[in-house]
């Protein structure tokens, strides 16, 4: 069976975040966030000045509490003076306050930078505690409406200040509340969502972008389809950020991002995104760069005389001309793994004559895993980093990696804090989580077995935790 590529956008509304208009016609906008502390207002200055100089559109910075939107309004003040002062940075891109368990800091971020995102999950209701919580009618009604009213007060600053919103559900971190009717499906990642959006179209704010990440791609695309499906149901079409959240680092990190972020963007689904890896953030850029200018080439059919797909017999065969290894990879990820789902099938060939035979074979061996469909090799769910992380985030992913890669089709987390890594890396067998300053806690699925060890001990320690499971 030969399969055409054929793409068309969906167009949303638009919201503005500042001067940037996304959804409805606009391009696909690429972002990424900072990884420096916010208040080191020199290091996140020259970070934001290279992450511009590489393409992004939007910034985001980590927000813990009322020191970092005042470091935001410094940061922001810095950006406009290079600009007004004719430096080499030729703009300033809207910031984002990136808010977590604080509805007073996201309240007072609104009113500093041009874009707040919460998170669903933590905004209102009680701090997760994985256990299973029963509500009664009653009792999820009264969160329900207490929601509604702390929310409202977020949506009346933002319409003062013209701030947009990102409503951002993350897989692993809904709240106990909506884990206790939902459990942990796509099915409940969209009900956390739609019941802020719910509220905000109640109160006509229209300034909005909705994510919802998860590390496994599988999950991520059914969770966003669905999405989209129910809010078609209820009439809406607020944008969609994109992005599989912890994707790791290196090939497998680019992999992993290229098939979740190109399949929706293959059903024409995404208006901005962010392929986090845990590199520095420049590096993000130009990967989702290359997935949008692949996707805005496509609003026909797609490389039609150099680009063949086949099926059959439960196997995708992709052909193309790509003669650059890297724009291969993504290409070939970022149409594969949406056909190895929505075909139901199990193998993968790919064929170029520029390349390798061995090589194009561990590059499909490495999407069949970013896919979910086959486990080759240790899985690696790496967070890209922020202004929480405690520890070099890079050097450890090494030292782990180099310690752990012969334990085949294991998962294991590597976190850099404890604000989302625990419920983030749910889908890990094992978790590496920044504890504090030089320390770190282990945790075996979503359980702490070992909290507060000191760093350099911790990848000994993880190690001896696997190897004791074994016997």
């Not at 607020?238 to 680019?254: M, Q």
Request: charged fraction near 25%; charge should be negative; include cysteine.
């Amino acid at each position: 069976m030969d399969i055409q590529l054929t793409y068309h956008r969906r167009h949303t509304t638009t919201t503005k975040v500042g001067n940037l208009e996304i959804g409805s016609e606009h391009p696909v906008r690429i972002q990424t966030m900072a990884n420096t502390s916010t208040n080191d207002i020199e290091g996140s200055v020259a970070q934001a000045k290279r992450c511009i100089a590489a393409g992004t559109e939007l910034l985001r910075f980590t927000t813990q509490g009322m020191r970092e939107v005042e470091s935001l309004a410094q940061i922001r003040e810095a950006l406009c003076g290079l600009v007004q002062s004719g430096s080499e940075l030729c703009r300033v891109v809207p910031l984002v306050a990136d808010v977590h368990f604080q509805s007073d800091v996201a309240d007072a971020a609104a009113k500093v930078v041009e874009k707040v995102r919460i998170n669903p999950g933590n905004y209102i209701d009680p701090a997760r505690k994985f256990k299973q919580i029963d509500y009664t009618d009653d009792e999820y009604q009264t969160e329900l409406e207490r929601l509604r009213a702390r929310f409202v007060q977020l949506l009346n600053i933002c319409k003062e200040h013209k701030t947009a919103l990102r409503i951002g559900v993350n897989h692993g971190s809904l709240s106990d509340r909506i884990m206790s009717r939902y459990g942990d499906t796509p099915e409940g990642m969209v009900e956390s969502c739609m019941e802020f959006l719910r509220v905000a179209v109640a109160e006509d704010f229209k300034d909005i972008v909705l994510s919802i990440k998860a590390s496994n791609t599988r999950v991520m695309v059914t969770t966003v389809r669905l999405l989209v499906w129910q809010m078609a149901e209820e009439g809406m079409a607020f944008p969609l950020h994109l992005g599989v959240t912890e994707a790791g680092e290196g090939e497998d990190g680019r992999v992993k991002s290229a098939v979740g972020i190109g399949a929706l963007l293959a059903d024409g689904i995404g208006d901005t995104i962010r392929v986090s890896l845990s590199e520095a953030p420049e590096k993000e850029l130009p990967v989702a760069k290359a997935l949008v200018d692949y996707f805005a080439d496509s609003q026909s059919v797609r490389y039609a005389a150099t680009t063949q797909v086949k099926i059959e017999d439960k196997t995708v065969c992709f052909s193309n001309a790509d003669t650059d290894w890297q724009q291969f990879q993504l290409h070939a990820a970022a149409e594969c793994g949406r056909l190895l789902w929505d075909y139901n099938c199990t193998e993968l060939v790919l064929n170029n004559d520029h390349f390798a035979a061995e090589d194009l074979v561990r590059l499909s061996k490495d999407i069949l895993q970013a896919a979910r469909v086959r486990m080759y090799k240790t899985e690696y769910i790496s967070c890209p980093g922020c202004g929480r992380t405690l520890f070099d985030l890079e050097q450890t992913i090494v030292q782990v990696k180099a310690a752990t890669a012969h334990l085949q089709g294991l998962k294991i987390g590597i976190m850099g804090c404890v604000v989302n890594g625990p419920g983030e890396m749910a889908d890990a067998d094992y978790g590496y989580v920044g504890a504090g300053r030089g320390k770190v806690s282990l945790y075996k699925g979503k359980e702490c077995v070992l909290k507060n060890i000191p760093q350099e001990e911790a990848v000994a320690q993880l190690l001896a935790l696997i190897e004791a499971d074994k016997q």
